[in-house]
């Protein structure tokens, strides 16, 4: 049981480029998030979705955009990379009781 | 949404039980309270989940007195490995992204 996996790991972007970052779930998961979290600082929420074909914004949207075409995936885009968007991102499942985490994917924009 | 107030740092020594308190003035009927421990470049991790009294797993125990309005979270006899950052949580369980708005939690150091 892999449960919540991000690819990638790691990714260098240049100002004004774009990218996408993959979340996959395998636990049959309704409910998906996708976090920033800058160093020293809490998660916030970018955009999540609770079921296959729904997005919803978070706290922090601005910038990013998101789709849900199946329910075990949920990508998160960059579609202009700025240097404010340095950040590490968490990827996260849930049903009920727990939240389940990726490993998260540290991106540089330089 | 229940906001909630923790304190932003603790300093234990290893061994002592540590207990970390939040606020939930705000707390609604249909809230639980949920903690979640986030180690350095991992991703926060469930520890544990009430709604009211007392609640304990294998890790930690949760008590919540009857106005619900704060709750703690109970670490006994922490090691150097509980040095991390402790997240309190409040919201409905199951209603989307009600319950996973994290704030900036509680970064506890165990010292040696």
């Known amino acids: 049981n892999a449960g919540v996996t991000q690819t990638p790991k790691f990714r260098v972007l240049k100002t004004g480029q774009s990218m996408t970052l993959l979340c996959a779930q395998d636990m049959n998961h309704e409910y998906m998030y996708w976090y920033r979290q800058d160093p020293g600082m809490g998660l916030r929420l970018i955009h999540y979705?609770?079921?296959?074909?729904?997005?919803a914004k978070g706290e922090v949207p601005d910038g990013y955009n998101v789709s849900r075409l199946k329910k075990q995936n949920f990508l998160l885009g960059l579609e202009s990379a700025a240097p404010s968007q340095t950040s590490v991102y968490f990827c996260?499942?849930?049903?009920?009781?727990?939240?389940?985490f990726g490993q998260g994917t540290r991106l540089t924009v330089v | 949404l229940a906001k909630t107030t923790q304190p932003i740092s603790m300093d234990s020594y290893e061994g002592q039980e540590v207990n970390i308190t939040c606020s939930h003035n705000n707390i609604a009927t249909n809230d639980y309270i949920t903690w979640y421990q986030q180690f350095p470049s991992q991703g926060p991790r469930f520890i544990i989940q009430g709604y009211k009294t007392k609640v304990t797993n294998e890790v930690a125990s949760l008590f919540i007195p009857a106005d619900r309005k704060s709750s703690t979270l109970s670490l006994p006899r922490v090691s150097l490995s509980d040095t991390a950052v402790y997240y309190c949580?409040?919201?409905?369980?199951?209603?989307?992204?009600?319950?996973?708005?994290f704030g900036t939690g509680t970064r506890l150091t165990v010292i040696p």
């Open positions: 996260a499942s849930t049903e009920y009781t727990e939240a389940f």
């Open positions: 949580l409040v919201g409905e369980v199951g209603a989307g992204a009600n319950n996973l708005f």
């Open positions: 979705s609770v079921g296959e074909g729904t997005t």
